[in-house]
Structure formats: structure tokens, C-alpha cells
């Protein structure tokens, strides 16, 4: 998968708030596995590649804004823009579904912590989930994600899914699921089969 990023979408000085893979804790009482890089920082988020499309849905119940930013063979998601501080380009893109360019501006970064604002939160970062279909697993993928792929949290993901759910990842050729996990628990499954990547592994 040879996606053409952006290499500064964050500018210097953000940082990560929170990392990729098992998170127990952000919420200690329900522990997860995070599929995205929180980061958060000064400055201007730009589109870190060529969106075919886009689509921006509004806060939820839970105070969580999405932008998704969709290109062949995958999307990239990020989460918790506040509407109006939104680029007027990048939101009138996505409430029309139109694209974005590479580096086109999106919106601030914000400076920490939860975003969610029902649970309290008090700042803001953003939340940059990439989402490969299957078939986009090739070998600069497998050489991107290198030894992190290697990571075993097989026994971790047991003790909290079950062994149905790492079973069902190793039925679809899914080592290591700290590297890409597959789309259970999805809030916009569609049925297709798709999987995460740590956003790290493209630069993002
Ligand atoms: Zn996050």
C-alpha cells in the first residue's frame, strides 16, 4: 500500500497523547484496544493525502465529531474537530462529500487530553485512525509495520475478547493484532472486511 502522506500533518512541538494498540489506561474501568494515534500540539492540521471524497458528521452523544477521509483502497479518520473551528475548504468538502487535497488546511490540532466532552473532557487532540482494506496488505505494508507486526498481545486480546476474536483474526491471517486489528468492533462496519494500521508506520 503506497499511500502518499503529508509528512507534516502535525507540526512540530504535538505530540502523542495517546499511542496505538492496548489502552487500559484512558478508561481503567474499560480497558481498549485504541486503532488510532492521539496527537495533539499547535498549529493547523493538514490533509495528509489525496481524499477522493470526504464526509464530516457532526458531534455524537458522546461529543465526538468525525471527518473521513476516504481514497482508494482505504480511509483515514479523524476525530474530534469542533465544527466551527473547522477550515470553511475542509468542512464545506465534507458536508458535500467532495475531496480534499494533500496539505489542504482542516482545522486545529488542539492541545490535550479527552475530547469527549460528556465524560468531562477539557481539551482536545485529534484522533487519526487508519483503515486499510485487506487487500491493501502487501509487502511495503509488511516492511512499514516491521517489528512492530512482531509484538505478541495475542494473550492480552484472549483475556478481554476471547479466543473466538483471536481466532477469528488468525482465520483471516492476522498475526499480531497490536499491528492492524480487524473491523469487529467498527462503528461503521459494513460487513466488509477491513483492518487497522498504526497510523506511525506512514509517518502520521
Ligand atoms: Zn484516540
Redesign the pocket.
Known sequence: MKLNVYPTIFLPGSQV??GFGWDPY?FPSRPRI?????RAGPGVVRCPLEAERSVWIDDDAEGCSVLRLFFSGGELRL??FIRGELDSGALAAGLSGAGLALGDPIGPAGNHGLSVKAKGGTGR?V???LVLEPGQYDGDLEARIGSIWHNDYSTDYRARYGQPFVAQAKQRGIKWMNAHIIARFDPYYNGALRFYVNPAVYGL
Open positions: 497523547t495517546t484512558t485504541h486503532t488510532a494515534i492521539d476525530l474530534h487532540h484522533h487519526c485512525s
